[in-house]
């Protein structure tokens, strides 16, 4: 590499302040947790969930916090998503989903009423996805503190197999499932965002998947590694992998699903859908010559590519017509463009 | 989508390609002087259906990448004040001013909000009259009517607290700065569909004719991009230098009138900087004296003054099409879209992020 | 003001520009403006000529110096 003076006086690698672009999902937010928290803390796995071992059986712990604005969107709410979420990331460790823990922190105003119909949300969702919520913490904040709530809920499940679902157990040759069309949660809360209004029938895919990964394993199919689509979308979470399992992963454009809207709504505010969040998809691999079978277990599912090689850490795409490109992490928050 | 599904059919891809490849005997190098038709190109991997003979060189056409260091500055200073929203579209929150970014105003405190269109800054100023909010007006042609209608809008409705901070480029004047320029190595240009759109095409015939270059008119969907290349390409094959349209459903020869209009109305003809570039004669538009009430370089005192680039970054080469962005020594290393060192490396539309994102790099 | 539809996506849309679109026309949006309507027998005469094109394909590469698009 030729030597060279760093002339520029706007090396912005680094931020003294915390921003927004921390939290969202891409290369910022990478940098901190691997610089800052687990250079601190003692994190077990790259995955989202941390597989223990309790006295001789294996053990999923997971904890998620949610914030958003509104707290009641096209699909969805923070009270369901908050059970989804953090059953989705159990799942995604292989494991059956036992327990939940849900932390509130309110601000002092909220409507009783609100509470109320979040909480009865939650309720119904643990019910539904057959998880107790056994524990939890109340605090408030001074009004101006907070959009309205957060909350957070943590969770642990165990496993019925012994397969170990995480980015190592990749093998070159395997299939790349996504569970269905992409890009509806980040839209629909895009729709309501001031200043960036639209009108449309998107609703979240706010779900529990849980019951889409036991049917997996329930049809004998040997998952290698799970990953849920959440901030950062697709792209993000196959980079992410991609990065863990130094694995070259080939897609196709034409195999990824987006609902018409969606993609009108993408176009209109110049942003991607591969990076748009979503609530209720995963991406699987899997043995390539079990794709068959796992798409007629799951129908709305389709194979949108390959793993090419181990070896190098690299995500390419086909576009539509032919050509391709290098899909990447975005810096944080993908901001609508100009043209 | 109509219009969208049909310019994007593989099948007549590779038929133009096929088509391309056909009409091609010798090198030829083509700029495209627009954003978004960067992006189209390296999103779908258009550069890879062409003849290797073809080099597409991308131009100064990224709003965001073109607006010049002092002018970040100046935002950056309007948003720290206390008593400002400062209102923008979304990408130019990532731009590098001398020190900071306007991401990081945010963070620490700063009014800074992301709008789709300039009215609906308007808007937030009468929601907020006790406010001020300022737009940063940038961009070319195509955003030059939607912001001269925000302050005409302000004004017929008596909103008092709204201003712009202006830094609009105009394209003719960029493509004769290159053409003019001794080292220059384009043969053929592509003209923004949007941007003709508004001002039509009838500024660009004397520069075909005076230089000699075949200009097209054209679209953004890959379909529209290759056709534009494949005229463009007979044009040279041909030794012919004219202006041809290929984006003939949205442009017409005179532009869109009404749209004209309202932008001479409002806004006169002024030099300005370019970001990497320099001082370009009459390439920009400002606020015209009857209107300067909205100016927000009238409306604050605002203590930002001359400022000088990087000098490392090459980014003035790069949008003249001199060199591309992986022959910068700095591209993916010393500079990223994390650690831009110049606009071209910030914005998505920007070449050096677009061949950062879609090109190998490793 | 107007209600425009982008596939389903309803967002409202300044026709100041163009005071000549009537409901069904379809209209060329850049933020929040819409900067013209689009003129469909032109866009049918352009996909027309990339359909005309394809004759031209590979297997008559070395005499198709493009005289089909006018």
Redo the contacts between chains.
């Keep these: 590499m030729p030597d060279f003076t760093l002339s520029c006086p706007i090396p912005l690698t680094t931020y003294p302040h915390v921003l927004m672009a921390h939290g969202g999902g891409g290369r910022l937010m990478r940098n901190l947790i691997q610089q800052l928290f687990a250079a601190a803390f003692d994190p077990q796995s790259d995955t989202d969930s941390a597989v223990l071992a309790v006295s001789g059986s294996r053990l999923a712990f997971t904890t998620d916090s949610f914030v958003v604005t509104p707290l009641f969107f096209p699909g969805g709410d923070i009270g369901s998503m908050a059970v989804h979420g953090t059953v989705n990331d159990l799942a995604m460790s292989g494991a059956t989903p036992h327990s939940l823990s849900a932390a509130f922190i309110l601000e002092e105003g909220l409507p009783m009423e609100t509470l109320w119909r979040v909480v009865e949300s939650m309720a119904a969702a643990a019910r539904a996805c057959g998880v107790r919520i056994v524990t939890g913490d109340t605090k408030v904040v001074e009004r101006g503190k907070a959009d309205g709530l957060y909350i957070n809920t943590s969770g642990i499940g165990f496993f019925e197999h012994a397969l170990v679902l995480e980015p190592a157990s990749i093998r070159a040759g395997d299939a790349i499932l996504l569970s269905g069309d992409i890009g509806r949660h980040g839209m629909a809360i895009m729709s309501s965002r001031e200043g960036l209004q639209f009108e449309s029938d998107i609703t979240s895919d706010s779900a529990p998947v849980a019951g889409e990964v036991q049917a997996l394993l329930g049809g004998g199919i040997q998952l290698r590694c799970l990953r849920d689509l959440t901030r950062g979308g697709l792209a993000s979470a196959l980079v992410e992998i991609s990065l863990s399992a130094r694995a070259r992963l080939g897609l196709t454009e034409s195999a990824i699903q987006t609902r018409q809207d969606v993609r009108a709504a993408c176009e209109i505010l110049g942003l991607d859908p591969l990076y748009v969040a979503n609530e209720g998809r995963f991406v699987a691999f899997l043995p390539a010559d079990q794709a068959d079978q796992a798409i007629s277990i799951l129908p709305a599912a389709s194979i949108i590519g390959h793993v090419e090689r181990l070896g190098e850490p690299l995500v390419t795409m086909e576009s539509p017509i032919g050509g391709s490109r290098i899909i990447d992490l975005l810096s944080g928050e993908q901001l609508p463009r100009i043209c | 989508?109509?219009?969208?599904d049909?310019f994007?059919d593989?099948a007549?891809?590779?038929?133009?390609s096929?088509?391309l490849?056909?009409?091609t005997t010798r090198e030829w190098r083509i700029m495209e002087v627009?954003?978004?038709q960067t992006?189209s190109i390296?999103?779908?991997?258009?550069?890879?259906?062409l003849p290797p003979a073809i080099t597409l060189l991308h131009g100064p056409g990224c709003?965001?990448c073109v607006t010049p260091l002092e002018q970040i500055d100046k935002a950056i200073e309007l948003a720290r004040r206390p008593e400002v929203i400062f209102?923008s579209?979304?990408?130019?929150?990532?731009v590098?001013?001398?020190?900071?970014?306007l991401?990081?105003v945010?963070?620490?405190g700063g009014d800074v909000?992301?709008?789709?269109?300039?009215?609906?800054a308007v808007e937030?100023a009468r929601r907020n009259p006790q406010r001020q909010v300022v737009f940063f007006a940038?961009?070319f042609e195509?955003?030059a009517?939607?912001n001269a209608?925000a302050v005409r809008h302000a004004r017929g409705s008596g909103v008092a607290n709204f201003s712009i901070l202006v830094s609009h480029v105009l394209v003719p004047p960029a493509i004769e700065a290159i053409l003019a320029s001794p080292e220059c190595r384009v043969q053929g240009f592509l003209a923004a569909g949007?941007v003709c759109?508004?001002e039509g095409y009838e500024e660009y015939e004397p520069l075909a004719a005076r230089y000699g270059v075949p200009i097209v008119v054209t679209g953004f969907e890959?379909?529209d991009i290759l056709?534009g290349i494949?005229?463009c390409v007979?044009q040279l094959?041909?030794g012919r230098a004219e202006v041809e349209n290929?984006y003939?459903?949205?442009?017409?020869r005179q532009g869109?009138e009404?749209?004209r209009a309202?932008v001479r109305e409002v806004f006169e003809i002024s030099p300005r900087k370019w970001r990497g570039i320099g001082e370009i004669p009459q390439s920009g538009l400002r606020l015209r004296e009857s209107w300067s009430e909205y100016d927000a370089e009238n409306r604050f005192t605002l203590l930002t003054g001359e400022v000088d680039e990087?000098?490392?970054?090459i980014s003035g080469q790069i949008l003249r099409g001199v060199k591309k962005p992986n022959e910068c020594?700095?591209f993916g290393?010393?500079?990223t879209?994390?650690?831009?060192?110049g606009a071209t490396m910030v914005?998505?539309?920007g070449a050096c992020s677009a061949y950062?994102?879609?090109?190998?790099?490793? | 003001m107007a209600r425009v539809s982008f596939g389903g996506v309803i967002k409202e849309v300044s026709l100041a520009y163009t005071p000549e679109a009537v409901p069904g026309d379809y209209v060329l949006v850049h933020v929040g403006f819409a900067l013209n309507t689009v003129d469909e027998e032109e866009a049918q005469k352009t996909l027309e000529l990339l359909r005309q094109l394809e004759p031209a394909g590979a297997e008559t590469i070395d005499d198709a110096p493009g005289g089909e698009a006018a």
Excluded: W
């Excluded at chain 2, 990087?310 to 970054?313: D, I, N, S, T």
């Design positions: 989508m109509k219009y969208l049909e994007r593989p007549a891809a590779r038929e133009l096929a088509a490849h056909a009409v627009c954003g978004g992006h390296l999103r779908f991997g258009i550069d890879q259906l709003p965001v209102t579209f979304g990408d130019m929150l990532r590098p001013g001398s020190s900071t970014d991401l990081s945010k963070a620490q909000r992301i709008v789709y269109s300039p009215l609906e937030l940038v961009g195509t955003t009517p939607a209608m949007h759109t508004v890959p379909l056709q494949y005229l007979r094959e041909e290929q003939a459903r949205a442009v017409r869109n009404p749209a309202s990087p000098a490392e970054c020594p700095a290393t010393r500079c879209p994390e650690s831009p060192l914005s998505t539309e950062y994102r879609y090109k190998p790099h490793a």
